[in-house]
């Protein structure tokens, strides 16, 4: 029998805004939801129904009011952000609906920018001035995409 491995897991998530005023709002109201390896899945809704929320929250951009989300088993809502910073760099991906490019990069660059600012598990701060097409170019041949 082939072990499947569990990528993500929520548990009674939920999401309010504003909350403890008189405008508070909840926009998640209990959200289960379990992916494994290799499974597609499609959020699909209309405007306004919490699909951008839900999507901030998997990516862990945000925080669930309540609820408890587990990417790759480790429970987020355990993490610092600095933890969650380096669980994001080695195990999400983002496709953003608008492009946030660095204009003074090719596209090839702009793909490779994450690699040089995630360093063996070390996050480091870096300037982009001093990072060449060279640089860059070395880290290409040394990727697969």
Do not use: C
Request: net charge negative; proline share 3%.
């Amino acid at each position: 029998m082939r072990s499947v491995a569990e990528i993500l897991r929520l548990e009674a998530v939920r999401k309010s805004y504003a909350v403890g005023t008189p405008a508070e709002t909840e926009v998640l109201h209990g959200i289960d939801l379990r992916l494994e390896a290799g499974e597609f899945a499609a959020l699909i809704g209309p405007s306004g129904s919490g699909k951008s929320t839900l999507l901030n929250l998997i990516g862990l951009l945000d925080r669930p009011s309540s609820g408890r989300i587990l990417l790759t088993g480790q429970d987020t809502g355990r993490l610092s952000e600095r933890e969650l910073t380096q669980l994001r760099g080695e195990a999400l991906g983002f496709v953003f609906q608008f492009h946030h490019l660095v204009g003074a990069f090719s596209a090839r660059e702009n793909v490779l920018l994450p690699l040089f600012a995630f360093n063996s598990g070390t996050i480091i701060a870096f300037p982009l001035q001093g990072f060449t097409t060279d640089w860059f170019a070395q880290m290409w041949a040394n990727t697969t995409l």
